[in-house]
């Protein structure tokens, strides 16, 4: 079964600055996707990144960005120029994507979350 | 482009009534999935629906939770009878199987307290 560590329960950094949330994993499969979800206090999950495993450039959007190590089974978000309005938790997310003549659960399994909080 | 729609966004009830929650997924998604949230926690997929068929309801405790998609759009999630313990969030998430590289979208959820 795969499972998705995160290791941070909380931190907190000064606006403006850079911060990065650990997020590891455990799979036995080699085609999969990795996600960072954001969840404000509102409770939106909201999609931050996404990696898929077979792509070795790290994906990135905007101040943020991932440090994917396939073979550690690590994958890091890295969040530059810290806003105020990114206090939430951050979920870091597994998925086996459905392939046809493959299968695959399409469910995402998630970590217990990051509680990030930007301070002025 | 409307996102995920979930209603009510709350919801109190006593111990052993029923209750439903309602999704409305994003316009074409075929995917939907019911997921639970306990306070602290990562959300914990239910149910998952191919369309109007659900592929994957291994998690879903089929005793008193029960889940129903008609016509393969809106989607209903029932509990009877509500226990303490099924206090939490129940998150909604869509998908297009094959599409936006299966990227669910989730909804704001229901938070449901059992007194």
């Known amino acids: 079964a795969q499972t998705v560590t995160q290791s941070q329960p909380e931190m907190s950094v000064q606006e403006a600055e850079t911060v990065t949330l650990s997020c590891t994993y455990d799979t036995s499969e080699n085609n999969y996707y990795l996600f960072w979800y954001k969840q404000p206090p509102s409770r939106q999950m909201i999609l931050v990144i996404r990696?898929?495993?077979?792509?070795?450039q790290n994906a990135t959007e905007n101040r943020f960005s991932v440090n994917f190590q396939k073979a550690a089974k690590s994958f890091s978000l890295k969040i530059s120029d810290s806003q105020l309005g990114d206090t939430a938790m951050y979920f870091c997310a597994f998925m086996t994507p459905f392939v046809v003549t493959q299968g695959g659960s399409e469910k995402l399994v998630f970590g217990k979350g990051t509680k990030l909080t930007v301070n002025p | 482009e409307a996102g995920v729609v979930q209603s009510p966004r709350y919801k109190i009830i006593e111990k052993k009534q029923p209750v439903a929650f309602w999704c409305n997924p994003i316009s074409g998604h075929n995917t939907l999935y019911w997921y639970l949230q306990n306070l602290g926690q990562g959300p914990e997929l239910l149910i998952r629906?191919?369309?109007?068929?659900?592929?994957?309801d291994s998690q879903l405790p089929k005793d008193r939770f029960s889940a129903e998609r008609l016509k393969g759009v809106d989607s209903t999630l029932k509990i009877q009878p509500a226990e303490l313990g099924d206090s939490a969030v129940y998150l909604c998430?869509?998908?297009?199987?094959?599409?936006?590289?299966?990227?669910?979208?989730f909804g704001p959820g229901t938070r449901l307290t059992v007194l």
């Open positions: 990696q898929e495993a077979y792509k070795q």
């Open positions: 629906y191919e369309n109007e068929e659900a592929v994957d």
């Open positions: 998430a869509s998908s297009f199987l094959a599409g936006d590289l299966d990227t669910q979208y």
